[in-house]
């Protein structure tokens, strides 16, 4: 299992995140596997990824972004309102983090 990420990481990938717009949404009619398969791909590709919920329920787009986090194996660096970004590191990619 892979460490979690301190505080200064945390904040290179958000400052990183910010110029991101965002690759997948999610509509008003939830989760669909092409969805999933698409947040998996980029994850791959891309590492850092922005996601839009569009769910109008709060409580049920909350738990979205952490389900999915988890479904992804992916860290959840940050979530404003329905954008949240997701990190996920690639190990054949260079690393988006700076040495501490």
Same mark, same amino acid.
């Given at each position: 299992? *892979?460490?979690?990420? $301190?505080? +200064?990481? *945390?904040?290179?990938?958000?400052? +990183? ?5 965002? *690759? =997948? ?9 092409? *969805?999933?398969?698409? +947040? ?13 919920? $569009? ?9 979205? =972004?952490?389900?999915?986090?988890? @479904?992804?194996?992916?860290?959840? =660096?940050?979530?404003?309102? $329905?954008?949240? =970004?997701?990190?996920?590191? $690639? ?7 700076? @040495?501490?």
């Amino acid at each position: 299992m *892979i460490a979690p990420m $301190n505080k +200064l990481e *945390i904040k290179q990938l958000k400052a +990183l995140a910010h110029k991101l717009k965002p *690759i =997948v949404t999610v509509g008003q009619h939830g989760m669909k596997d092409s *969805i999933g398969e698409e +947040l998996d791909s980029a994850l791959d590709f891309h590492q850092l990824v922005k996601l839009k919920v $569009n769910l109008g329920d709060r409580d049920a787009r909350d738990a979205l =972004v952490e389900e999915l986090a988890t @479904k992804y194996k992916a860290e959840l =660096v940050q979530r404003i309102g $329905n954008i949240a =970004v997701y990190y996920r590191r $690639n190990f054949d990619k260079e690393n988006l983090l700076k @040495k501490s």
